[in-house]
């Protein structure tokens, strides 16, 4: 038997809680022995539930109990999250974690923890939900140089952007449709200002790239900005908008990494990712382009991958199966300035100021607009370089476009 102690009882922390229960047979027929939960960490009274007797509030039972061999971490943050995890490891616990914000600021740290005492830290759950893509891109696909990754890897921006372009809901009332349906995070700032992308862009580019990639060094935007007129202007350019994390491997090594929204083309695959689901394209020199795709948010898909990785830890009890990635630094990214992209522009100006800066451009349409606002697609060019072309035109809006 495999006992575990779950940290937390939030949403990540119960379905795991239930899935492991309702599941237990099919469980301990996979992995050969059974799955046992002996404890559940909770930091505040809880109401009466089926795991009430496993609660314990106080970290060092789990800790001191020689019989814990995984730990799950779903509390969140960086906190007590990082000391319990640290504590885990160093008392000879493997550890499963849900949390992307610990694993995107002290991956290396805690991975080589887990692997100087023999242990394993597994964190499939800490980017695209119930996806499988950290096992994917650590085992299935190391045989490729990898190149890029592209995803949408955030479940409440997409499901908000979804539900403003198809049932013409107002950005508030569509995250809180996200929120009550258990896909935001605690504070949705995080979610909607690009915070939660970026962390999962850094992981996936730590494990591809082979560097430590810190969310610091990934520039990052969110959808607050983004408005209804955005969106249906993109419509007249046959394009959605959607939030991608980019991760690019640089001929010299580096890795830019960045969060944005952009217009991506409406016949692309990333386009028709709709509500929570995330879909990550990855590409390597062997494999071309590979597309992940699923439930990128939620109780259950999450829990799913928790619990596989609980799974893969019983079953690696005694011989450990590594991931690993080599420490970060200043040196191993650069700042997605060069980032070369088409781009739209909405701005209030006369057509001949847009072609007198911008030369021949797409012009888009919307009912309804006034007479002054233009908006159009650019040729590639970076950032710099769309600001500065722009910057006699009054632009409202500057948003990449995702190249073919
Ligand atoms: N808030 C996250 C999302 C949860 O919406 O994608 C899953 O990481």
Redesign the pocket.
């Known amino acids: 038997m495999i006992n575990v102690a779950i940290l937390g009882y939030g949403t990540v922390g119960s379905g795991v809680a239930g899935v492991i229960a309702n599941h237990s047979g099919a469980i301990a027929a996979k992995v050969a022995t059974p799955i046992h939960i002996k404890y559940i960490l909770v930091r505040r009274d809880m109401p009466e539930g089926p795991f009430s007797d496993l609660f314990v509030k106080d970290f060092s039972v789990i800790e001191q109990d020689p019989e814990v061999q995984v730990v799950v971490e779903t509390m969140g943050g960086t906190g007590a999250a990082l000391e319990y995890t640290r504590r885990a490891l160093l008392a000879g616990k493997n550890v499963v974690t849900?949390n992307?914000e610990l694993v995107a600021e002290h991956g290396y740290e805690l991975l080589q923890l887990a692997r100087s005492n023999n242990l394993s830290y597994l964190f499939e759950?800490?980017?695209?939900?119930g996806i499988p893509i950290i096992r994917p891109i650590s085992q299935c696909l190391a045989a490729n140089d990898l190149t890029e990754i592209c995803g949408i890897?955030?479940?409440?921006?997409?499901?908000i952007l979804t539900r403003m372009i198809r049932a013409g809901l107002s950005f508030e009332e569509a995250l809180q449709e996200?929120q009550e349906k258990g896909?935001?995070?605690r504070d949705?700032a995080?979610?909607v200002e690009g915070h939660?992308?970026c962390r999962?862009i850094c992981i996936l580019a730590s494990l591809s790239f082979g560097r430590h990639i810190y969310p610091s060094q990934a520039d990052t935007e969110g959808i607050t900005k983004i408005t209804l007129e955005d969106v249906q202007y993109a419509e007249d350019g046959g394009k959605k908008i959607k939030l991608l994390g980019r991760a690019m491997r640089q001929p010299d090594g580096k890795v830019c990494a960045y969060v944005a929204p952009h217009l991506v083309d409406e016949e692309s695959p990333l386009a028709n990712v709709e509500d929570?689901f995330?879909g990550i394209v990855v590409k390597g020199d062997s494999i071309g382009e590979v597309m992940f795709y699923g439930r990128?948010?939620?109780k259950l898909p999450?829990a799913s991958a928790v619990v596989a990785d609980i799974m893969d830890a019983a079953r690696h009890i005694e011989s450990k199966k590594y991931i690993n990635w080599a420490p970060g630094g200043a040196d191993a990214a650069v700042s997605s300035e060069g980032v070369v992209t088409g781009w739209y522009v909405r701005a209030d100006a006369q057509p001949s100021d847009v072609e007198k800066a911008f030369g021949d451009v797409a012009f888009l349409h919307r009912s309804g607009a006034p007479e002054e606002e233009k908006a159009f697609l650019t040729a590639p060019m970076t950032r710099e370089e769309v600001e500065q072309r722009s910057a006699k035109l009054g632009v409202k809006s500057l948003i990449r476009v995702l190249g073919q």
Do not use: Q, R
């Open positions: 849900s992307k759950a800490s980017v695209g939900g890897l955030n479940g409440t921006t997409n499901y996200a896909y935001a995070e949705p995080a979610d939660d992308a999962k929570v995330n990128g948010a939620g999450t």
